[in-house]
């Protein structure tokens, strides 16, 4: 049975000053993202608020072990270069 997991990572974006340069900067992590873990990414709330982001990382894999490797990487990343911006980060399964 596949696995479908998903990554939600809460941001705080202090530096942000408008909703450009918050749409500019939530870019760039979704791209990152992407590219380095080969998921899914999208905004998922507070679309309208420049100073905060809700993203969420999809993954689909044949297991579940794999697909909790992918987002746990995927998790390690953000981590990495968000640093203070990442407020939290969960892993849900979908059945």
């Not at 998790?75 to 969960?90: H, K, Q, R």
Request: charged share 25%.
């Amino acid at each position: 049975m596949p696995a479908i997991g998903v990554l939600t990572l809460e941001l705080r974006l202090e530096h942000c000053h408008s909703l450009k340069d918050k749409r500019h900067w939530v870019r760039g992590v979704k791209d990152r993202l992407r590219r380095s873990h080969n998921v899914a990414v999208s905004e998922v709330a507070d679309q309208d608020l420049w100073q905060s982001s809700v993203i969420c990382a999809v993954t689909v894999s044949p297991s579940r072990q794999r697909a909790a490797q992918v987002l746990e990487a995927a998790e390690a990343a953000a981590a990495g270069f968000l640093g203070p911006n990442l407020i939290s980060a969960t892993i849900e399964w979908l059945d």
